[in-house]
């Protein structure tokens, strides 16, 4: 056994700039699992500057000085910023609080539906059964409710929190976006001099995780802005939030856009019933999806890494499960750092049995 130890070791682990590049990954995981709370307003300040990287790029290349390119790009993100939380965020809190006040007569139309089911449908359907589906239902609606209110009175110290990312992540952002050089030529001079290998991963991920976070953020804008003109030309209630929800959905492959339907369906046929409205709302959602997945998805990520589904899929558990949204946002990037890692990690010939 420790002869096999040994020999694996031997094989994935001889070369020494594959073992400062696993202590570099290791160091990197750790500190963002174990300080990721305190270091939270850093990695949205790093993330959204690695966003906006390209577009100061693009400004350099059109001949404009680095600190002007800078100021303009940092303009727009607070202008943005600005958008954001005097437009979009009162309209969200009011719609919230609208859905909030309906939610009983909701409830109190779908349990009358789920009475009708056993008399059309007495063979597949019983009386116990939606007694015990609305019972079930009351008390999730009950614990939400506690969670509403428990949120409402813990709501201070996330004001507060709100407010300390306002004011130090525009900040970082900037001199992340200033001092890009400066900080990157010292945090290589903490790195070995010799550092092929750790130039060879990073050449071959950089641009596909940059194609990646840029699209998903385009894909999110795009298809939430479709999808709120389409609910409002159609006069769906409660429209800006979900295309919110719609806009989100396409972090999660797969599961997301499945996800989101139901509150859209359930939405859609509290206001219209089995109606013509909640026909065309459900095609017109329906052609959204099929775009965002067949012509939008292929054109923004065209030179992404190709992942297995079933890759994708348990990245996004395993990241969504240790870093929550982040998790799950970051997940197919970091599947594609781990298997540019795999694929460029150096592999000593394996040793024949019986050889010294």
């Given amino acids: 056994m420790l002869k096999v130890l040994r020999d694996w070791v031997q094989r ?9 590049l696993a202590v570099v990954l290791v160091l990197g995981f750790t500190a963002v699992l174990t300080l990721g709370n305190m270091l939270a307003p850093v990695l949205a300040g790093l993330v959204l500057a690695f966003l906006m990287q390209g577009l100061v790029n693009l400004l350099e290349r059109l001949r404009l000085p680095h600190s002007l390119a800078v100021w303009v790009v940092f303009a727009l ?8 939380f005097g437009v979009l965020m009162p309209l969200l809190w009011q719609q919230v609080s609208t859905l909030f006040q309906e939610l009983p007569r909701m409830l109190g139309e779908w349990q009358s539906l789920l009475l009708l089911l056993p008399e059309r449908y007495p063979h597949l359907v019983t009386d116990e059964q939606v007694l015990n589906a609305i019972e079930v239902t009351r008390s999730e609606v009950g614990k939400f409710g506690q969670w509403a209110l428990t949120f409402s009175l813990s709501s201070l110290p996330l004001l507060v929190n709100l407010m300390i990312y ?13 001092d890009r050089d400066l900080i990157g030529r010292w945090i290589v001079g903490y790195l070995p001099s010799e550092r092929g290998l750790m130039k060879e991963v990073w050449q071959e991920v950089h641009q596909q995780i940059a194609n990646y976070i840029r699209g998903k953020v385009i894909e999110i804008v795009i298809c939430g802005a479709v999808t709120y003109v389409a609910f409002v030309w159609l006069g769906l209630n409660y429209a800006a939030l979900l295309a919110l929800l719609v806009g989100l959905s396409v972090v999660v492959p797969y599961i997301g856009a499945v996800v989101v339907t139901v509150p859209v369906a359930l939405i859609a046929l509290f206001q ?22 067949n012509v939008l998805v292929p054109l923004l990520f065209s030179e992404a890494v190709n992942l297995h589904p079933v890759a994708i899929i348990c990245a996004v558990l395993l990241f969504g499960g240790l ?10 990037p970091l599947a594609t750092l781990f298997k540019a890692v795999l694929d460029a990690w150096p592999k000593a010939a394996p040793r024949e049995y019986g050889t010294p």
Avoid: H, R
């Fill in 323 to 332: 870093w929550g949204f982040w998790g799950v946002f970051f997940a197919i």
């Fill in 12 to 20: 994935y682990f001889s070369d020494e700039e594959a073992v400062v």
């Fill in 272 to 293: 219209w019933g089995w109606s013509d409205q909640f026909i065309y709302l459900m095609v017109v959602y329906t052609v959204i999806q099929t775009l965002d997945g």
């Fill in 77 to 84: 993100f607070l202008g943005a910023l600005g958008l954001i």
């Fill in 166 to 178: 306002l004011v130090l992540v525009p900040i970082l952002v900037f001199f992340f976006l200033k």
